[in-house]
């Protein structure tokens, strides 16, 4: 129930209800005189009621509308007595459950479509009209209908539509509306058994804000309310959606069955050093539970407010009562008393434990910062006693995610705290081992070296990340090193170390990587020009923003596969002869792996219907793993059709361009020198006049790490 607050207004609010309460009565009195009958619809003139209950203190508001006319004036019971916000909502509660009752129908029942009398939903102010509501039926006449009032449980209906209304990029791309035409058995189905696609940023953020959006929710979605927000939830827990997840967590009823994302809350809260809030829950739950768990977070709470004695109090009280947590009282020995940090055992270490190591300024490790949950993930980056290597980690983490930028990530790796090491030696422990903290440390390594050197090293390190899945994600980075090194002087003694063919020349592998991350990209002073493979990648690209077609770069890169992709962008394709444009090296196409049929035919049926989000999860779940270079052009053409048609073209001309980008990383990984050529070309640069690069003892020593290390087999 809803209480009202004591407040100057509050005599007018009554008022108010009182009158939503009289006419309410009188509404439902007319539509029982008129149930299951046949009439010839409204009086001429006649303009619908719009009754609201509004909650002032979370803005929220539930509003039914009819085409009847008002019977208030008519009504024998008289003005009903409303003394509180709650009588009112008994009132709406209780004229629903009478108009179910009156048509034979039990509330909770699923709802009957209707076309002619709307139900209007209300949340947060703003007024959505459903095309499929649950008001009534329609005959073969329009002007003949039988009307139920649908409003079931006011709090159920209220808890399906808690979301987040503004993205966190701030990017408009959805309405409230998205839920359009979906039944919620539906929703529930999608989320039990959908997944997110880890492979297309694009994808992933559309559904991710489908998930998280604040909207008018499916129908009937007062009946599984609770099984579709612990769906979303866990949803955004698996991405590492911490911001989104704190505010649907927030908002959610202070009920038992809550109390886990109430606890996760209250961590994340004081993970983001928002202690007053987080503390204001810890000491309404500490003083009606036993829970140890509320009076540890209490003495927390006592210690990042300032208040020691309390703090001291309070563990000592704890302790002395048998709470068997050594984690704990370590650590707060540690922040109260000033003592040297000791070594606590990873295996024991909780979330809590997580947030009280950083706010007692003890390093956070690997193993500590494994303990935190996925939904945490965003949250970690607020961590400032994190250790170097855990700082590593988290940011890769994040940034796999889509939680922080390429331009953010380059800057938490360059300023950690790490001694000098070689770019090849980092190189080849990245290439035996592919992990995030190797990722992280070659980078680092390579971003350090300021000779003409990095350019070999990157491509190197490209090659390593498009193997391991990561070529989209660490595509930025890389370019961004790149673009550093194409100004660095003594670029022309690369040449030694090449054979001039496209293939091994490092130069050309550079301008076509920096193409393919940025198509507009042209390269100016002593490295002028680019390679004709880097041209026709810009080319290729450029057509999905709107440049004219052209015919040269499907052929020259051999990438005739994705002309699919092309024009489901909308792209114009001239009626040429294309026997014209065969020849011997025309490719014989790649090794596709074909989507789910069933999953590809619901997608399609959903975006005819213009079913926003179940088009939206639908087409993460098909693609889920796969890798993009792998998907069947064929289907990632129908996704990106299905994108267009409900409207979101952005994310359709993003998902095109991810694909085509993941086919011309597959075709840098193939032109990348394997790892026992790049030694060989090391050993080449220690006979050349490397003065002004390296000192010759480090160029062989690269060499000799290179061919020693069990790294010198050729990269698939």
Request: with cysteine; glycine share 6%.
């Amino acid at each position: 129930m809803i209480n009202c607050q004591n407040s100057r207004g509050s005599s007018s609010l009554f008022t108010t209800f009182a009158a939503v309460g009289f006419l309410l009565i009188g509404q439902s009195q007319a539509f029982g005189q008129n149930i299951n009958t046949q009439n010839a619809g409204p009086p001429t003139g006649a303009k619908p009621l719009n009754l609201f209950v509004t909650n002032q203190s979370d803005n929220e508001t539930i509003s039914t509308a009819t085409d009847s006319q008002s019977a208030a004036t008519n009504s024998p019971l008289g003005p009903p007595s409303v003394t509180s916000l709650d009588d009112a909502l008994d009132l709406v509660e209780g004229a629903a459950d009478d108009q179910n009752t009156t048509n034979g129908t039990a509330t909770g029942t699923a709802p009957t479509p209707n076309v002619a009398g709307d139900t209007v939903v209300v949340t947060t102010g703003q007024t959505t009209t459903l095309s499929q509501s649950e008001s009534g039926t329609v005959g073969a006449d329009d002007s003949e209908q039988s009307v139920t009032i649908g409003l079931r449980k006011v709090q159920d209906v209220g808890l399906a539509a808690i979301g987040v209304r503004e993205t966190q990029d701030g990017a408009a791309r959805l309405d409230e509306l998205i839920w359009r035409g979906t039944p919620a058995s539906k929703a529930t189905f999608l989320f039990g058994n959908g997944h997110l696609t880890s492979q297309s940023r694009a994808l992933s953020k559309l559904s991710l804000e489908v998930v998280a959006r604040e909207a008018v929710p499916p129908i009937g979605a007062n009946l599984v309310a609770q099984d579709l927000v612990r769906a979303r939830l866990d949803w955004l827990a698996a991405a590492g959606r911490s911001h989104d997840l704190a505010v649907l967590a927030k908002r959610l009823p202070d009920d038992d069955e809550w109390l886990d994302w109430k606890k996760w809350l209250v961590e994340y809260q004081l993970m983001q050093r928002r202690d007053s809030e987080a503390c204001t829950t810890v000491n309404n739950y500490a003083a009606k539970t036993l829970d140890p768990y509320w009076h540890k977070l209490r003495v927390i709470c006592s210690a990042v407010q300032a208040d020691t004695s309390s703090a001291r109090f309070g563990a000592d009280i704890l302790e002395a009562s048998g709470v068997d947590d050594p984690v704990f009282f370590t650590l707060m020995k540690e922040m109260l008393n000033g003592v040297d940090p000791a070594e606590v055992d990873s295996a024991l270490v909780e979330p809590l434990h997580v947030v009280l190591m950083d706010a007692a300024h003890h390093d956070i490790d690997l193993d500590s910062l494994a303990t935190l949950p996925p939904g945490m993930a965003q949250g970690t980056v607020a961590l400032r006693y994190m250790d170097t290597d855990a700082r590593l980690v988290s940011t890769f983490d994040n940034l796999e995610k889509g939680l922080i930028t390429a331009d953010q990530a380059s800057k938490l790796w360059r300023s950690a705290a790490l001694p000098a090491e070689q770019a090849v030696t980092a190189l080849t422990r990245h290439h035996s081992g592919a992990t995030s903290l190797n990722a992280a440390l070659s980078w680092r390594a390579i971003a350090a070296d300021t000779t003409p050197l990095r350019l070999m090293f990157i491509n190197q390190a490209m090659a390593t990340d498009i193997s391991a899945g990561n070529g989209l994600m660490m595509l930025p980075l890389y370019a961004g090193l790149a673009r550093e090194a194409m100004g660095f002087p003594g670029l022309d003694v690369l040449k030694t170390a090449t054979d001039g063919q496209s293939g091994n020349d490092v130069m050309a592998q550079t301008h076509l990587l920096l193409a393919i991350n940025d198509p507009r990209y042209q390269p100016t002073g002593q490295n002028a020009g680019t390679s004709a493979a880097a041209r026709d990648a810009s080319t290729l690209l450029l057509m999905l923003e709107g440049e004219s077609w052209s015919a040269r770069p499907l052929a020259n890169l051999g990438m005739w596969d994705v002309l699919p992709i092309l024009e489901a962008t909308g792209m114009t394709v001239p009626d040429v002869e294309w026997l014209d444009l065969t020849s011997d090296s025309m490719p014989d196409g790649g090794d596709y792996t074909n989507l789910s049929p069933v999953l590809m035919r619901a997608l399609t049926k959903a975006s005819e219907k213009r079913h926003v989000a179940e088009t939206v999860l639908l087409a993460s779940w098909a693609v889920g793993d796969t890798p993009l270079h792998r998907v069947n052009p064929q289907d990632g053409a129908m996704i990106v059709r299905a994108m267009d048609m409900i409207g979101q073209t952005a994310t359709a001309r993003a998902f095109a361009a991810e694909i085509i980008r993941a086919h011309l990383l597959q075709m840098f990984h193939r032109n990348t020198p394997s790892m026992a050529e790049f030694g060989e070309q090391l050993a080449l640069l220690s006979e050349a006049p490397v003065a002004d690069l390296a000192t010759a003892g480090s160029v062989q020593a690269v060499s000799t790490n290179a061919q020693q290390n069990g790294t010198v087999q050729a990269q698939e």
